[in-house]
């Protein structure tokens, strides 16, 4: 079975600054998207990034980025120019039949 | 076009009693889907339905749970009776239509409602 894990339960960052979230994941898929969701507290999961399996070049959305290690199962979130609006809970997941979430990583903005 | 919404928000009931969560998808989304995150843990998938019919509900814990999807428009979850380990965040999703299976057609993106939080006390 597939598993995500978000070894970070809570990270901090200094406004202005960048911030790295990491995700690991298993499987025996070539085939899948990765993706990170967005939480604000109290407010609907919203889809921040997406990458496709197949593709070698790292997704980019605005100061979103990622870096998509494929032999080693990882995928991380780099967020540049950290804003107070980026604080919520951040979600790792995985899809090639159903979506697989980690645990989530609670990201506080320190202005 | 209004989002995922969900009813109600919050949700305090004693153990052995009967809840039912509300989910209403974006208009003109097949798909449905419920999820579960217990405290501090992953969001775990619950079930997937595909207009009315339920396409894989192998997410689900046991048979205290029941979904439905009336007419392939809003879905109601239902836990009876309730237990204490049920606490936690529902979350429904929906998504347009898939265009064929499996990861090489094109991926939907599932909108999410708030969640639901029920707390069995």
């Known amino acids: 079975a597939q598993t995500v894990t978000q070894s970070q339960p809570e990270m901090s960052v200094q406004e202005a600054e960048t911030v790295t979230l990491s995700c690991t994941y298993d499987t025996s898929e070539s085939d899948y998207y990765l993706f990170w969701y967005k939480q604000p507290p109290s407010r609907q999961m919203i889809l921040v990034i997406r990458q496709e399996a197949y593709k070698q070049q790292n997704a980019t959305e605005n100061r979103f980025s990622v870096n998509f290690q494929k032999a080693a199962k990882s995928f991380s979130l780099k967020i540049s120019d950290s804003q107070l609006g980026d604080a919520a809970m951040y979600f790792c997941?995985?899809?090639?039949?159903?979506?697989?979430f980690g645990a989530g990583t609670i990201l506080r903005v320190k202005s | 076009e209004a989002g995922v919404t969900q009813f109600p928000s919050h949700s305090v009931i004693e153990k052995g009693q009967t809840v039912t969560l509300r989910c209403d998808p974006i208009?003109?989304?097949?798909?449905l889907y419920w999820y579960r995150r217990v405290m501090g843990k992953e969001i775990k998938f619950l079930l997937h339905?595909?207009?009315?019919?339920?396409?894989?509900e192998s997410g689900m814990p046991n048979n205290r749970f029941l979904a439905e999807r009336t007419g392939g428009t809003y879905s109601t979850l239902k836990v009876q009776p309730a237990e204490l380990e049920d606490s936690g965040v529902y979350f429904c999703?929906?998504?347009?239509?898939?265009?064929?299976?499996?990861?090489?057609?094109?991926?939907?993106?599932?909108?999410f409602g708030p969640g639901t939080r029920l707390t069995v006390l």
């Open positions: 208009s003109g989304h097949d798909n």
């Open positions: 997941a995985y899809y090639s039949v159903k979506l697989v």
């Open positions: 339905f595909v207009k009315e019919s339920k396409q894989d």
């Open positions: 999703a929906s998504s347009q239509g898939l265009l064929g299976t499996g990861v090489s057609s094109s991926y939907n993106e599932q909108f």
